[in-house]
């Protein structure tokens, strides 16, 4: 298990806050916090510019930024993020879960979008600041953690067309309980044949802003449909499954084996996926990266060769799917609810992060 007694010393400046939470008013938020609708009281701010590089990293109040109306995030849609937690451990302390491939992720991002590079430890240590001053607003409902939301944008006053001369780095945290709405055994798709998610070339595998509102009106068609989340096909054959707006898809099938779709580009490399294909191949599964297509999807379903299929990420960790839906019918996935192999690399995945299982890979950092 990692730990931060190596980490070099960072000069940030800490601003106290003037009115922080009182005890009963956070006890309240989080109690049942949901998923991304309360927020604790501080946060990291750094600045870069062309000059300088990173300087003024500050703990500070979170509280509304300061923005020029000629800022470039406004205009020109320059701003990554991430998403991370950070959970609370058997023993009491806190921890964070592969950070380090946050970080990487954040910076393969950045450079996808001609954003400046953020040294890894500085990004960590961003992150551990705010969740050591906020760890008191950790929620004690089932699954709870506090989510952790880095990100960067250009904040230089500038209408010509190119990268920015200024970014601003923020870190907020907030406490989460279910992603989902509780008691849903497992959630239902809808295929959406009108929109698509990327396209080679494009910006699918960076977690940019402008990837998920474009996805917004499919997603809201799948509600209106009465389903769950909606999943794409890919933008060149409109035949190849690539993920759901914001989680990576697997499929199992009665022989054992699983497949999920090959990051080609359009697909956002999932930290959770990632974590998943190693602790199947350190299971001796037969776990596959290949293209698997609507129909093979539909007609395996119908057969019962497929018995399973699950979406995953940060926010929702493994989510059995149940149903999917499209113009062209709708089938059942094997029962309808959790399977076996779903339950049990859920299972697995959630021990680590949360210190019950041996950590074989060195993913857990401890915070102290």
């Known amino acids: 298990m990692a730990t931060f007694a190596d980490s070099p010393a960072l000069d940030f400046a800490r601003i106290e806050h003037p009115a922080p939470t009182d005890a009963a008013t956070r006890a309240a938020a989080i109690a049942d916090p949901g998923f991304g609708k309360v927020f604790t009281d501080h946060m990291v701010s750094i600045d870069w510019d062309e000059g300088t590089g990173w300087h003024n990293a500050t703990l500070c109040p979170r509280g509304p930024i300061a923005l020029d109306p000629a800022a470039s995030v406004l205009h020109y849609a320059q701003e990554i993020f991430e998403g991370m937690k950070a959970y609370r451990l058997d023993d009491g302390s806190m921890a964070l879960f592969r950070p380090d491939q946050n970080a990487q992720r954040f910076n393969d991002s950045a450079r996808r979008l001609a954003m400046p590079e953020i040294p890894e430890e500085l990004f960590i240590e961003a992150v551990r600041q705010v969740v050591t001053a906020d760890a008191d607003w950790f929620p004690q409902v089932e699954g709870g953690s506090l989510y952790i939301r880095p990100f960067m944008f250009a904040n230089e006053p500038f209408l010509g067309v190119r990268p920015a001369k200024q970014y601003k780095f923020l870190v907020i945290l907030s406490p989460a309980g279910n992603y989902f709405k509780s008691g849903a055994p497992a959630v239902s798709i809808w295929v959406s044949s009108d929109y698509t998610r990327a396209a080679p070339g494009g910006t699918g595998a960076a977690k940019c802003g402008g990837n998920y509102a474009a996805s917004l009106v499919p997603q809201a068609e799948a509600i209106a449909k009465g389903h769950d989340q909606v999943v794409f096909l890919d933008a060149v054959e409109r035949k190849w499954i690539e993920e759901l707006g914001g989680m990576n898809l697997f499929f199992v099938f009665d022989d054992g084996s699983i497949i999920t779709p090959p990051l080609s580009g359009t697909i956002l490399p999932g930290i959770t996926r990632n974590s998943l294909l190693t602790l199947a191949r350190d299971e001796g599964l037969n776990i596959r990266e290949e293209r698997y297509s609507l129909d093979q999807w539909r007609e395996d379903a119908g057969s019962g060769r497929l ?62």
Do not use: N
């Open 307 to 368: 018995t399973e299929t699950f979406a995953c990420g940060t926010a929702a960790v493994v989510t059995p799917v149940g149903k999917v839906a499209g113009k062209d019918g709708e089938f059942t996935i094997g029962g309808g609810g959790p399977g076996q192999m779903t339950s049990k690399l859920r299972e697995r995945l959630v021990s680590i992060q949360r210190g019950g299982a041996a950590d074989r890979h060195g993913w857990v950092m401890r915070l102290g």
